[in-house]
């Protein structure tokens, strides 16, 4: 039973296309957070929700929009998509224990921008 | 702004310690975290130490903190080949949403 599922795991699309992806935590975690990892493997934040309220909008262009529908979901969708779009995406949810906030994270999803 | 570093690349010999660094430049930092990725897969957390600690050990992890110098390491004691992947240090501030990673560190572990 995966804790943090994101769908797809990989996309390839064309220059312009709108896409979404998708992400799910069954931990009843209130806080949830995409990550974008380039091809040097550095992490950005780039959003985190807490309880459906987005707490942390980094400086993304507005093209990315994230949504979340309920505290067990947050989806990505990225309109107009451009070559420096393509990274892997990683979902996150969290808990807090005694104080530390603990991460667990999805499996990633690979997008390709030709 | 606030920033962690680590060095990128790390190499040793199966059963050596491996030690990997950490600094990191805002002391508010509260919470101090140790996650390990491998090839395709997300991060997982390994451990994690609050700052007012100087060391936390877990069988082969020990965490080291020097809070003046702002300096984490993560030593892990007869690394194996299965240790090989990508590090990341982390720190989080109590009472914020501010979680930073710092860059990775790739461990090459040698047969």
């Known amino acids: 039973d995966t804790a943090v599922s994101q769908t797809p795991k990989y996309l390839v699309t064309q220059m312009g296309n709108d896409k979404s992806i998708k992400c799910e935590q069954n931990?009843?975690?209130?806080?949830m957070y995409w990550y974008k990892q380039d091809s040097k493997k550095f992490l950005k934040i780039m959003f985190s929700y807490n309880n459906k309220e987005l707490i942390i909008n980094e400086t993304v262009p507005n093209r990315f929009s994230p949504k979340s529908p309920d505290k067990a979901h947050l989806n990505l969708h990225i309109n107009s998509l451009e070559l420096g779009d393509s990274a892997v995406y990683f979902c996150a949810s969290s808990l807090q224990v005694s104080g530390a906030n603990v991460l667990t994270f999805g499996a990633g999803s690979r997008l390709t921008v030709l | 702004g606030e920033d962690v570093e680590q060095s990128l690349f790390l190499s040793v010999r199966e059963g050596d310690s491996s030690v990997i660094n950490c600094t990191y430049t805002d002391s508010s930092s509260t919470y101090l975290y140790w996650y390990k990725q491998e090839p395709g897969a997300g991060l997982q957390l390994l451990t994690y130490?609050?700052?007012?600690?100087d060391m936390k050990q877990d069988q082969r992890l020990t965490v080291l903190l020097n809070k003046k110098d702002k300096h984490l390491s993560l030593r892990i004691a007869d690394t194996q080949t299965g240790d090989s992947a990508i590090y990341f240090c982390?720190?989080?501030?109590?009472?914020?949403?501010?979680?930073?990673f710092g860059t990775g560190t790739r461990l090459k572990v040698l047969a």
């Open positions: 130490i609050f700052s007012n600690m």
């Open positions: 931990l009843g975690h209130d806080t």
């Open positions: 982390a720190v989080s501030t109590s009472g914020t949403y501010k979680y930073i």
